[in-house]
Nanobody
Framework: QVQLVESGGGLVQAGGSLRLSCAAS????????LAWFRQAPGKERELVAA????????YYADFVKGRFTISRDNAKNTVYLQMNSLKPEDTAVYYC???????????????????WGQGTQVTVSS
């Protein structure tokens, strides 16, 4: 059982930055592909970014390309999401997720992730 705890959310003005962190309880952290999803009120949960087990492959939703960066530190069991040039439409609850252990792929599908954090609210004011 992998426990994920997000932090770093908050209120920021448009154009500002936030850095989300997600700490995992699992000592074999490097065995899992990871991702950040978000869900705005009344909308479905959507992929923001994903990263492979080694960190060598990263994938981004079109709406965040060039603004957000996903990274991981396997020694610290932590995955990060650096968010720059934030827009009001980025307002959502952001979730960290871990995929199937030892899976050699990264997916953007919600069903491809087994473990989820509780979420952290990001609010961008105009």
């Amino acid at each position: 059982q992998v426990q994920l705890v997000e932090s770093g959310g908050g209120l920021v003005q448009a154009g500002g930055s936030l850095r989300l962190s997600c700490a995992a309880s699992e000592r074999t952290f490097s065995s899992y592909a990871l991702a950040w999803f978000r869900q705005a009120p009344g909308k479905e949960r959507e992929l923001v970014a994903a990263i492979s087990r080694s960190g060598g492959s990263r994938y981004y939703a079109d709406f965040v390309k060039g603004r957000f960066t996903i990274s991981r530190d396997n020694a610290k069991n932590t995955v990060y999401l650096q968010m720059n040039s934030l827009k009001p439409e980025d307002t959502a609850v952001y979730y960290c997720a871990a995929g199937y252990r030892n899976a050699n792929y990264v997916t953007g599908a919600v069903a491809g992730y087994v473990y989820w954090g509780q979420g952290t609210q990001v609010t961008v004011s105009s």
